[in-house]
């Protein structure tokens, strides 16, 4: 079974969670975009639901697909959000997320839900963040080596993301600093640490927010909970 299929199994498990009337948050990403067609399959079939995109490419697909959308504003109480994520430490289920660069609208709309959904293929599983990739964090454009220069004080190597020769820019407007700290022995220690830096935005751990996650392998599905 190739990566593909295996996120697709996953979105199509959590979409299965998904009940009429509901206020679903849409996650951003190759795995995310498989649930909002996921989704979008099932409006099509008379579902009613409101999706609350955690990006302008999340947002843009689930339009095309006939999803309805609204915003926090409208709706503050999200009941589910359905995410990807970029690792997942097996017991707390704490995560590392926004290789996609969503990062920050992923974890307001994560917080502002009864329930997050995380759906991976099984190679996102490690027994310690941040044993296979950086850590991503949005930070403010101002200032941003002084920011890099605090990160690194904290052990985690810091390089500006840049797409086409320019540093990439998220929807917010912000920069985003992918950071290798290698293994994280303490994820909510080195969360809290990293947010008391001015200038950082929003870093990419997400402690404590997974209520399920559902990881595809080639012998099925599995629904992990903390
Ligand atoms: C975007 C994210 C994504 O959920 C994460 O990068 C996983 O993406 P993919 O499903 O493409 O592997 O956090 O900011």
């Not at 941003?144 to 904290?154: G, Y």
Request: glycine fraction near 12%.
């Amino acid at each position: 079974m190739d990566l593909n299929t295996l996120k697709q199994t996953a979105a199509r498990r959590a979409v299965e969670d998904v009940e009429d009337g509901m206020v679903v948050g849409l996650g951003t990403g190759s795995t995310a975009a498989f649930a909002v067609s996921a989704l979008a399959e099932r409006v099509r079939l008379g579902l009613r639901v409101v999706g609350i995109p955690t990006s302008e490419r999340t947002a843009r697909q689930a339009e095309a697909e006939g999803i309805g959308l609204g915003t926090l504003a409208e709706y503050p109480r999200v009941d589910l959000t359905i995410d990807g994520a970029d690792e997942v430490a097996l017991g707390e289920l704490a995560l590392i997320k926004g290789l996609g660069g969503a990062l920050l609208r992923e974890k307001i709309v994560a917080a502002a839900s009864e329930r997050l959904i995380i759906i991976v293929d099984a190679t996102k599983l490690v027994e310690r963040l941040g044993s296979h990739g950086p850590l991503p964090v949005e930070v403010a454009p101002f200032g941003w080596q002084a920011t890099a220069r605090a990160l690194e004080r904290l052990g985690g190597q810091a390089n500006l993301r840049a797409q086409e020769g320019q540093a990439f820019l998220t929807d917010g407007g912000h920069y985003i600093l992918d950071c290798r700290f290698g293994p994280i022995a303490r994820p909510a220690e080195l969360e809290a640490a990293i947010d008391r830096i001015p200038g950082v935005v929003e870093s990419g751990l997400f402690v404590g927010m997974a209520s399920a996650v559902i990881v595809a392998d080639e012998g099925g599905i599995e629904v992990l909970t903390p």
